[in-house]
């Protein structure tokens, strides 16, 4: 990473919710509670951001997609901003329930609102009735504020990152029911043990996301360089058959001559057995020349007797 723990603590990452908030499940990752605000440590933030920076890559260099999660104010910008260096799908407007579980549904608008889409691009649209056209635009706006930033999403994605968990209670539950992994930044009022990868550190301050938001851009754009791509097969391309080269090898094979004869007199010994074989076959052609017109000899005779009988 590009970042230090003191980049970190001048981001303000370390200061968490008052005490009144506090969840005691992420005790692990509070230094101290100061003042009646809990204390991030920032040492075990640096620990947990490295594993989750890891991760992330690795899941984008398996082809995968990340969605990018974050409604509330603060996170709105950033999580743009996020997905368009990356060209990943992300939801800033609100988690619209059965995202992931019932994702044939969402699917199914998903492809609606992308046909209304085309219909506004080429004119279509405009060609219809009045009413129709109004009706398909009320649908639009309220589509556009579901499905702003899911039109690039190909199926159930490979993890989701989050800011702020406690917000985004839906989500996380819904990715822990179908086993996909969570990236999230957990402040001290959330709960770190259903993440599968946590970041404790201040989920309210622009500047804390941010810094922690670079990290994962970081992540993913790595792990986008390492995509190996499988060899498509060519069928125009027939293998060649290569021929054994006896050269190279040690032993040669030895080739032996028939019993008679010699490596000087082999021409001469395949003209006589050439000329030997085409003596045989000529008198068996003329014969089966000849009896043809023996037949016909014969129906001619058999003929001129029947003649010479009347």
Known sequence: MNITVKDLLDAGVHFGHQLRRWNPRSKPYVFDNRHGISIID?????????????????????????????????????????ASA???????????GGTLTNFETVSTSLKKYKGFLRMEEDGSLDKMHGKEVAAIKRQMSRMQRNFEGLLNLQGVPGALFIVDSHNEAIAVAEANRLKIPVIALVDSNSDPSIISH????????????????????????????????????????TPIAQEPDFIDQEDEP?????????????????????????????????????????????????????SAKN
Do not use: H
């Not at 939801?91 to 619209?96: E, G, T």
């Open 42 to 82: 920032l040492e075990k933030t640096y620990d947990q951001l490295e594993k989750a920076s890891k991760a992330i890559e690795e899941i984008v260099s398996n082809g995968k997609q990340i969605l990018l999660v974050g409604t509330k104010r603060q996170a709105e910008e950033p999580i743009r901003e996020l």
């Open 86 to 96: 990356t060209n990943m799908p992300f939801c800033v407007n609100r988690w619209m």
């Open 198 to 237: 946590p970041i404790p550190g201040n989920d309210d301050s622009a500047k804390s996301i941010r810094i922690i938001v670079d990290v994962i851009l970081d992540a993913i754009q790595n792990g986008a360089s390492k995509r190996v791509e499988a060899p498509t097969k060519r069928k125009d391309i």
């Open 254 to 306: 030895e080739v032996t001559l028939p019993e008679g004869y010699e490596e000087i007199d082999f021409e001469e010994k395949r003209e006589q057995t050439d000329s030997q074989t085409a003596s045989k076959e000529k008198p068996q052609e003329e014969s089966k020349k000849s009896e043809p017109v023996e037949e016909v000899k014969s129906e001619e005779q058999t003929t001129q007797e029947d």
